[in-house]
C-alpha cells in the first residue's frame, strides 16, 4: 500500500470500514467495464456525452485509490469495438473527450509513477487521440507504479483472432525451419495477445447492473472474480471500489481446486 487507509478512504459513509480491507489481499490486476454514462446523463435530461464527460472525475479517482492502495495493474475498458456502432456525433465526442483527457492527466499520473498503456488495435483511432495516448507511453514507460491499460476500441474475439493469427506466422516459420509444426500451448497463444506479459484480472467490476461481459477480455477472466454493481459509472468513486474489494475479499477462489 501506498498510502494508509484513512488517508485513501477519509470520509466513509454509514456502515462501510475501511479498516476491514487486507492489505495482504488487495488484487494484483483490477479490470473495470465503466458502464452507465449514457443513463447517467439521460436521468438528468442531458446530452450523452455529458455523461461521458461526468464519468472523468470517477476515473480519476478509481485509478488515484488504486494507486494508493497498491493495486499493480488496472484495465479500464474505454471503448469497444462495437462502440462505433453509435452516432457519430457521439462517437467524435468521445474520441476528443480521450484525448484532451489523457494530455491534460499524463503530468499528475508520471508525477504518481503511473505507467500508461493501451489494448486495442490504435490504428484506426484519430490522429489526436492516437497521438495522445502514445505520447502518454512515452512519458510513463519507465515508471514503476501502477500500470494503468486503458482499452479502447478493444474487442476481446478481435484481440484472440490476432493471437491465432501470430501462432499462425510462428508456426509456418518454425515448420519452414524445422520441418516440424510446433504444438500450440496456452503460452504461445498468449504471446499473441495484447495483453501478454500482464497477469490476468482478478477482480473484474462492471457498473450500472448489467450482467454481460460485452467482448471484454474473454480468455483473461477465465478465473477473474466478478463484482456487478447497480451504480451508474459517473457515480463510481472510492468508496463504490472499495465495496468491490471488500466483495471480493469475501469470496473464496478455488481455481477448479477443492477449497
Ligand atoms: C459507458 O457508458 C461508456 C462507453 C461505452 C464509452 P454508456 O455510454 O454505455 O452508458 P449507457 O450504458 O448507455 O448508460
Ligand atoms: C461496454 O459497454 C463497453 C465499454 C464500457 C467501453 P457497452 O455499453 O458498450 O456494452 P453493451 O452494449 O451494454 O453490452
Ligand atoms: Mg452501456
Redesign the pocket.
Known sequence: MNQPLEYIFPNPPEGLDPRELHIEGIPEHVAV????N?RWAKKRALNRLKGHKAGIEAVRETIRCASDLGVRYLTL????T??WKRPEEEVVGLMDLFAKTMLAEVDALHAEGVRVRTIGDLSILPEETRAAFDKAWEKTRENEGMTLIV?IN?GSRQEMLHAAQCLMRHAVLQAEETGEVPQATEELFERGLYTAGIPDPDLLIRT?G?M?I???LLWQIAYSEIVVTDVL?PDFDRYEFLRALLEFQGRDRRFGAVA
Not at 467495464?33 to 452507465?36: F, N, P
Open positions: 467495464i465503466m458502464d452507465g449514457g475498458y474505454s471503448f469497444s462495437e462502440n482499452a478493444y450500472s448489467e454481460r460485452s467482448n471484454f459509472w
